[in-house]
Every structure is written in C-alpha cells, then in structure tokens.
C-alpha cells in the first residue's frame, strides 16, 4: 500500500511533465519573420549626433539639439553666399541630409515642381562646395547597428 502511495504523486507528474515536451517548438524562419514584422523600420533607436549633444540624456532634447546645431551650421556656411544676391526672392532652402552609416553626410537641396525661377544645378553646386568640411556626425542607431537616415530641414537664408 505504501508503494502505490508513493507510486502514485511520482506518476502524476512524470505524466503531466511529459505534455511540456509535447509543445510544438517555432521554426527558426518564423520566429525571424515574427521579429522582422515586430520591428518599427520608420523610427531609429538613437538618431543621429554629434559630440556636443551626447551629453544630453534625455531623447527629446539631445534631437532638438542635433536639429538646432545642424540648421545654423548650415545657415553660418550660407550666410555670406552669393545665393542671396542671386536669388533675392529666395528665403528658404529646404535642404535633404543623408546620414550615412559609415557617418558620411550628403546635402541636396530640394525644390518646389514649378522652381523653374531658379537655377537648380546652380544652386545645387553653390551648396555642395559650401557645405564642406562639415563636422563629424555619428550616425543613426537601430537596434544597435548604424543605418542610414535622411531629413530635410528648413534653412532660413539670412537677409541683412
């Protein structure tokens, strides 16, 4: 009596135990597809920066920081352009920036369809020799991997 007593809790859980083994176990493909579609490609872990705003913590601030140094960098290269005496009607250029993962940056200038006024390859070039020797730019993070990332910011063409 003793042994079927003893006998007994041993064989509920060998027999309980054993449906844990039973469970369907994921195929590796579908839990990388799983993980691929569980992922926010539009959105980067840490955007891009530079060594003046890596001190910030919070998020938010450290962007606005990176943002605001970007766009007067850019305004302080421009400022004493021939753009302005060129193109006196022009105030703003939106400027596409590229932030390669290697940290190369490139800038084009984005135009309106109807910016026929405007001599786009003009500008275009103006912009490109301007905008050398720009400062470092670590690039974006995603997922602990650098990738590559483009805005376009508003630089205010500054009149005197």
Do not use: H
């Not at 809790?9 to 027999?15: A, D, K, M, W």
């Not at 891009?48 to 305004?75: A, G, H, M, W, Y």
């Amino acid at each position: 009596m003793r042994k079927i007593i003893l006998f007994l809790p041993l064989s509920v859980f060998f027999f309980t135990s054993c449906q844990l083994f039973d469970k369907k176990v994921p195929n590796e493909k579908e839990l990388l597809e799983k993980q691929i579609n569980e992922i926010n490609w539009k959105e980067v872990d840490e955007y891009p920066s530079i060594v003046d705003c890596e001190k910030i913590t919070n998020e938010e601030e450290r962007k606005q920081c990176f943002f605001d140094f970007l766009t007067s960098t850019i305004q302080q290269k421009l400022d004493n352009d021939t753009l302005r005496t060129m193109y006196p009607q022009l105030d703003t250029i939106e400027v596409k920036v590229t932030v390669f993962p290697n940290a190369e940056v490139t800038f084009e200038p984005q135009f309106p369809r109807d910016s026929v006024a405007y001599d786009t390859i003009k500008i275009d070039s103006i912009l490109k020799s301007k905008l050398v020797d720009f400062p470092k730019i670590n690039p974006a993070i995603k997922r602990g991997i650098p990738v590559k990332t483009q805005f376009v910011l508003p630089v205010i063409l500054k009149m005197e």
